[in-house]
């Protein structure tokens, strides 16, 4: 049985210019708005203690490791009256190095988890790990900031058996977007692709040519990182209505991996590898290796945040001046269009119960000095005169900025929400800005969000890392075909008749009722 769904969530989009943004967790520099005025000074909750605030973090780092003693985080941290110890974990090695941590039991004052449903975290929160932050928080009147700069719902998402333990990193629901090679399209007469038949037959068309000019037919069409295609499995998925509520005949709701929905798009992807679009080493790229293949011009398209497009487009310039990197429009596919929602917060911050908590106190006041308009605009511009100048009226980055202001400084503090922080880049002209806003405005009324990044259960937790190796090692065996499509639906089949998954899909169902009222 299958549902209509829509995420409920406020979607207006302000003007560019009155508005802080946050960009996507992946390296380069951010993208971002400001306010059109001097982000010198932080105007609000300005830090009244006497001696800064000392925080232990483990975070994952999507660029270089920062040098903390420079310019932008000594006077983040003087802003802040924090000074702040983080040890940072590249993005691709993150979530293990999480796991062992966890297991290790050493944990350091502040983790972040980027999944509030990762079976890790969820155990160790079963375990006492952490600080239940309900009683501390309270209405949050000594904490208003992490309340009125956030998402309506965020608080809500962030309850495990009605209590939070974290406290969300605030991010926007438009963030990814299925890139394409417009200049490519261009050269063979190609129109934007509205349909996923129209992307897989230009994607032919330009595999087959030698458009980056080397001699050699090796353009990749489809690029992706990790299993599958990680970052863009979503975008797809929604083309096929595998981000709507499935329910099994028992009410259970079934785990977006496992539904039809899902068998059918790794079906097309079948058909991608075989026509020779995908990379052959697609389930093996890391993601640090698709950045820099796509940044050099080795493939047509690769989905990740949208503020990206005009950074890679820069990139690609130096090898390919003609370059022109657009994300594409919703195309429709079998089951809906493609472009996929993120939930309003990318992971959360974990304090240690091992920390006092007179320690904790402090540390949630330090979340909430730093999560204003304000500390963001400083987050994504720095200092004015030094690390931006104004454009236009609009904040842009000097060499300095690109340097010093990274993706990693948005890694240690909350940050306000605004729902178009993934489509701004600080580094883009203000009209390119402007025209890239609009061209995404409509993400928000078609676009569907994951609801397994909210809902959870608890026999899934420990159920599933039984299977999960297998399963992935069956989605790939199916894709390269070393097993037949049918193999792989009885596999699937055999799994949602397991009694401990099913009881997992009435759990999701109970939490999804509880989180959205359905």
């Known amino acids: ?259 039809p929905n899902y068998t059918q798009m790794i079906d097309w992807f079948r058909k991608q590898y075989a026509d020779g679009i995908m990379a052959k080493e697609f389930s093996t790229i890391k993601k640090t290796q698709a950045e820099e293949m796509f940044a050099t011009g080795r493939a047509a398209s690769y989905t990740r945040n949208i503020w990206r497009d005009f950074s890679w487009e820069q990139d690609i310039k130096k090898v390919q001046p003609e370059a022109n990197v657009i994300t594409l429009p919703p195309m429709k596919g079998p089951g809906g269009v493609s472009v996929a929602l993120v939930p309003p917060f990318f992971g959360a911050f974990y304090i240690s119960k091992k920390v006092p908590e007179a320690k904790v106190k402090q540390i949630l006041e330090y979340f909430n000095t730093t999560t204003t308009k304000e500390f963001t605009d400083f987050n994504y511009f720095g200092i004015e005169g030094v690390h931006h100048k104004l454009v236009d009226g609009q904040p842009q980055l000097t060499d300095l900025g690109v340097k010093e202001v990274t993706t990693n400084a948005n890694q240690p503090f909350p940050m306000a929400f605004n729902n178009i922080m993934k489509v701004f880049n600080a580094s883009a002209p203000k009209a390119y800005n402007d025209a890239k806003i609009k061209d995404t405005e409509v993400f928000a009324k078609v676009g569907k969000m994951n609801l397994f990044n909210v809902v959870y259960s608890d026999t899934w937790t420990t159920t599933w890392p039984k299977y999960e190796k297998e399963w992935q090692s069956m989605v790939i065996k199916a894709i390269v075909g070393q097993i037949s499509m049918d193999e792989y639906k009885s596999y699937v089949d055999k799994l949602n008749t397991n009694a401990d998954i099913k009881k997992s899909y009435q759990e999701f169902a109970a939490k999804y009722k509880e989180f959205f009222g359905k």
């Open 1 to 259: 049985m299958k549902r209509s769904f829509r995420k409920q969530v406020s979607w207006a989009v302000a003007p560019v210019l009155s508005i802080s943004l946050l960009a996507g967790c992946t390296g380069g520099a951010p993208a971002a708005t400001g306010t059109g005025t001097s982000t010198n000074t932080a105007k609000e909750n300005k830090p009244a203690a006497a001696e800064p605030v000392k925080i232990q973090f483990l975070v994952p780092s999507f660029a270089e490791v920062p040098n903390m003693a420079d310019q932008y985080w000594t006077e983040f941290q003087k802003r802040s009256n924090s000074k702040l110890d983080i040890e940072w974990i590249p993005s691709g090695d993150y979530d293990t190095k999480f796991d062992l941590v966890l297991a290790s039991g050493n944990l350091p004052e502040v983790i972040v988890s980027q999944s509030a449903t990762r079976p890790t975290l969820l155990n160790a929160i079963n375990q006492g790990a952490f600080w239940d932050l309900t009683p501390l928080l309270g209405d949050f009147s000594q904490y208003p900031n992490l309340k009125k700069n956030a998402d309506p719902n965020v608080w809500n998402y962030m309850k495990v058996n009605g209590k939070i333990y974290g406290v969300a990193r605030n991010r926007p629901n438009i963030d990814p977007g299925i890139k394409m090679r417009k200049d490519w399209l261009d050269k063979l007469n190609l129109p934007i692709p509205q349909t996923l038949d129209e992307y897989t037959a230009a994607l032919k068309k330009i595999v087959e040519s030698d458009l980056d000019g080397n001699g050699k037919k090796d353009t990749i069409g489809i690029l992706g990182h990790g299993f599958l295609v990680a970052d863009g499995d979503p975008s797809y998925l929604a083309a096929f209505g595998g981000l709507d509520p499935i329910f099994d005949k028992d009410g259970g709701l079934i785990k977006e991996t496992l539904t």
